[in-house]
Antibody, heavy 120, light 111 residues
Framework: QVQVVESGGGVVQPGRSLRLSCAAS????????MHWVRQAPGKGLEWVAA????????YYADSVKGRFTISRDDSKNTLFLQMNSLRVEDTAVYYC?????????????WGQGTLVTVSS | QLVLTQSPSASASLGASVKLTCTLS???????IAWHQQQPEKGPRYLMK???????FRGDGIPDRFSGSSSGAERYLTISSLQSEDEADYYC?????????FGGGTKLTVL
């Protein structure tokens, strides 16, 4: 069955970096766009970034543009989110989500999330 | 500006039906949306994609107790035969020019 599992979260100081991973299984990873969505404690969902099925197109929320980079390794069925210059307001659970297709901006499978805490 | 508006809370009795609303901002009434459910302490789950004409496509394993409908700029999620596990946050979601937008979510309480 389709599964996406996030990892790499933790506690990090403001200004530092962190790299999240999302391991995908149960589907042909290279034929789907993928997304990162986050949820601050007690708040709603906020889309972070997307990457097309072939990695040629990348999209970012204004709040992370220039600091975060989304990438994928189809040989390892893995999605990444490189987060640099982290801020306290980046504290959230980060979810990996599969797109409905090549790049539709709708999500049909979500992971359980990984918690990132930015604190001094 | 593309905005989705949801009521913060809703409640209904066990076994009854409830209709949740998501309203698209002016000028975007022809947009499709998706509905997602988030049970307490869990990741979200995709329920369906809902088009402006009311046609909807449920995700894998989503029971037909969950249905969608549309009227103008309003998008609805109806849950019938409410069960205790339906108590959750429900988010609508759409996309604009290279961005994704979520509504603020509706917290559904099953009485």
């Amino acid at each position: 069955q389709v599964q996406v599992v996030e990892s790499g979260g933790g506690v990090v100081q403001p200004g530092r970096s962190l790299r999240l991973s999302c391991a995908a299984s149960g589907f042909t990873f290279s034929t789907y766009a993928m997304h990162w969505v986050r949820q601050a404690p007690g708040k709603g969902l906020e889309w972070v970034a997307a990457i097309s099925y072939d990695g040629s197109y990348k999209y970012y929320a204004d709040s992370v543009k220039g600091r975060f980079t989304i990438s994928r390794d189809d040989s390892k069925n893995t999605l990444f989110l490189q987060m640099n210059s982290l801020r306290v307001e980046d504290t959230a659970v980060y979810y990996c989500a599969r797109d409905l297709g090549l790049i539709s901006f709708y999500f049909d499978y979500w992971g359980q999330g990984t918690l990132v805490t930015v604190s001094s | 500006q593309l905005v989705l508006t949801q009521s913060p809370s809703a409640s209904a009795s066990l076994g009854a039906s409830v209709k949740l609303t998501c309203t698209l901002s002016s000028g975007h009434s022809n947009y499709a949306i998706a509905w997602h459910q988030q049970q307490p302490e869990k990741g979200p789950r995709y329920l369906m994609k809902l088009n402006s004409d009311g046609s909807h496509f449920r995700g894998d394993g989503i029971p037909d107790r969950f249905s969608g409908s549309s009227s103008g700029a309003e998008r609805y999620l109806t849950i019938s035969s409410l069960q205790s596990e339906d108590e959750a946050d429900y988010y609508c979601q759409t996309w604009g020019t290279d961005i994704v937008v979520f509504g603020g979510g509706t917290k559904l309480t099953v009485l």
